[in-house]
């Protein structure tokens, strides 16, 4: 048994007994605010248990309540100011979810900061950002030291600047060197008794959260406490999370949304995630309910069931972050027959868009990945084939050069979607417009996915269709309901690609414009391409398609060290390639000779299925190499 912060005495996942049914339907998707709502939530479910770390202690509701208005208190006593930014680097464990609400309770924005980005990259986020104070783990102030620096580069730890900021600095975790001597101790905050009056507002930005970009242009989404409060209520209710459920996951917006739903949230050990250790974490699920996995965490989670692990026998698993294929479907039904699968469908801009079970999705003909119906409030159009949404979940905006949120930001000087009658998207909203670029007008955002909506059918269910859907962008072809079943009149949505180039791997978003143009000026690299080659559970190989300058010394022969060396400095350490292709061109297609990119990934999955020509490097990290040219490997 472990005592939380009130002395009340809890079992190892926090376990008090059955609970009744919601006391509320948490599905509208109605605009609130995500700190209020929480702190109600900590009072209405006050002796339940809330948040277990993976050390095992647990703290009820009421605790975390407290914690968090300490925390806030304490912040304001400091100095901290409403509408302050926190560059946030702190593992998700309950010391650090307690410190970022409290920021949120304190009138602040908390900054998600990407360990192992380039530094270019994070020092041009960084600078839009602005951010008054940073939190990180004391180990990443260690990191930038001498001596040190470049082994947490290699492993991905490294946070540029860390030490240097002039700001205020707040830690987790015991004082390491290299650490400012004002930082403040995070835990310390949270046990200051303090107390703070905390209202609704749901238009004060809470979140910023980078996706992609370039250095010249970062691509930062910013969100309200009241789009954040509509995206957690929406997800609750999508998945159906009740009172006193436990949800085992260390995704930090799933965690968010259990509590808001006065769930109960434990947390993986950081050593034994499913990559690492799978059959530590399928023990870890044992008396969950609910669980988020990425697809590729899915497969590893089934092999350790196979292989003799016990089924946790959990209600549901949530997947998203990648496509979810049919395989990964029959896999799991063969190997958790009592757990449901649930896919979700969303973006960081506007997050969830739609939720479906595996029986729907297995049922849909195809073409294109049924990723199931809007939830409610969302809306959606298809304008020039790419796939337009709003909803009360939607994001403020992008922010611009000044570090506010625009709806100017994302268009880099391009004219940006215009809202037709109604404020529906026009379908001049993607003229003139990079394809692969998503818009946002205030209302509509336009998606880089191409997409098809299915209309539900007269009596509510989204119908099966047996026409073949049309091709984007072109009239007619309507799908024509073959069937219908009991559910909601909102449409479904069927995607048939990305008209961008990123690549998802696990959990890992992944845009190779950040390193190709990198890759490229290297001496021994004439061309460079980043792609993303699906296997059977969803998940995608990365590959770096190379074609190589020769060197005349060497014969005419490509040398591969040279070549590796560039993928290995010039790459992050998260978007590190599964594998390289050497090829004597790339091709290209139209009169203006473009990079023909599908023409790229179908010759990479040719190669793919053959034996390697050879490998590079030695042991975990030897790179399988497939070449149409003669290389040197000394």
Request: include cysteine; hydrophobic fraction near 40%; charge should be negative.
């Given at each position: ?74 912040l304001r006593d400091r100095g901290f100011s409403p509408g302050d930014r926190v560059q946030f680097s702190i593992r998700p464990q309950p010391r650090g979810i307690v410190f970022a609400l409290g920021v949120v309770a304190a009138g602040g924005v908390i900054a998600f900061a990407d360990l192992g980005v380039a530094e270019d990259v994070f020092a041009a986020r960084r600078r839009r950002i602005g951010p008054n104070h940073v939190a990180a783990e004391s180990v990443l102030y260690s990191a930038g030291l001498p001596g040190v620096r470049r082994i947490a580069r290699r492993a991905g730890i490294l946070l540029p600047g860390l030490r240097e900021h002039t700001g205020g600095h707040f830690h987790a975790g015991p004082r390491l060197p290299g650490m400012p001597r004002h930082s403040a101790d995070v835990e310390a905050l949270a046990a200051r008794i303090g107390k703070i009056e905390v209202g609704a507002e749901p238009d004060r930005l809470c979140l ?427």
């Open positions: 048994m472990t005592a939380d912060a009130e002395g009340a005495a809890v079992g190892p996942h926090g376990e008090v007994g059955t609970v009744g049914a919601h006391s509320e339907a948490r599905t509208t998707g109605a605009r609130g605010d995500i700190i209020v709502r929480l702190l109600a939530a900590c009072e209405e479910f006050a002796d339940r248990p809330a948040i277990t770390g993976a050390d095992g202690t647990t703290w009820t509701f009421k605790s975390l309540g407290i914690r968090i208005r300490n925390t806030a208190a304490a910023l959260v980078s996706t992609s970009g370039t250095t010249a242009h970062p691509r930062i989404v910013a969100h309200s406490r009241g789009s954040l409060d509509a995206a957690m209520q929406l997800f609750s209710g999508a998945v159906d999370i009740a009172p006193g459920e436990r949800v085992h996951s260390d995704q930090f917006f799933l965690g968010l949304a259990a509590l808001c739903a006065g769930a109960h949230w434990s947390m993986p050990a950081a050593a034994a995630p499913p990559r690492k250790d799978p059959a530590g974490f399928v023990r870890g699920l044992r008396g969950a309910q609910v669980s988020f996995l990425v697809p590729a965490d899915v497969e590893l989670v089934t092999d350790a069931i196979a292989a003799g692990a016990p089924d946790p026998r959990l209600r549901s698993i949530i997947v998203g972050a990648a496509p979810v294929t049919a395989s990964l479907l029959d896999t799991v039904a063969q190997t958790m027959p009592r757990t449901r699968v649930l896919a979700t469908y969303g973006m960081t801009e506007v997050l969830p868009i739609a939720v479906t079970d595996a029986a729907d999705k297995l049922a849909h003909p195809g073409p294109g990945d049924y990723v199931g119906r809007l939830l409610p409030g969302v809306e959606a159009r298809v304008v020039r084939g790419r796939l337009a949404l709003r909803g009360p979940n939607m994001m403020v905006g992008y922010l611009d050069a000044e570090g506010e949120p625009t709806t100017e930001a994302i268009s880099e000087g391009a004219p940006r979607a215009e809202a037709g009658a109604e404020g529906e998207p026009t379908t001049e909203a993607g003229a003139g417009h990079e394809a692969h670029t998503p818009h946002f007008d205030g209302t509509w955002l336009l998606t880089t996915d191409l997409a098809e909506l299915l209309p539900a059918a007269p009596g509510g269910a989204t119908p099966r269709t047996t026409a073949t859907p049309r091709t984007p962008g072109s009239p007619g072809g309507t799908p024509e309901p073959s069937g219908a079943s009991a559910g909601s009149h909102r449409p479904g949505v069927v995607l048939l690609g990305r008209s961008g180039d990123m690549i998802i791997r696990g959990s890992t978003n992944i845009y190779p414009g950040l390193y190709e143009p990198a890759l490229a000026a290297h001496p021994a690299i004439s061309h460079a391409v980043l792609v993303g080659i699906s296997d059977d559970f969803g998940d995608e190989r990365v590959v770096a398609v190379v074609v190589p300058r020769t060197h005349e010394s060497a014969g005419g022969t490509v040398r591969l060290p040279e070549i590796a060396e560039a993928l290995r400095t010039r790459i992050d350490h998260d978007a590190q390639p599964d594998a390289l292709v050497l090829l004597p061109a790339l091709p290209t297609s139209g009169r203006s000779a473009k990079l023909d990119r599908p023409a790229v990934r179908r010759a990479v999955a040719g190669l793919l299925g053959l034996v390697p020509t050879t490998w590079v490097g030695a042991g975990a990290s030897a790179l399988p190499v497939y070449s149409e040219l003669d290389t040197d490997e000394g």
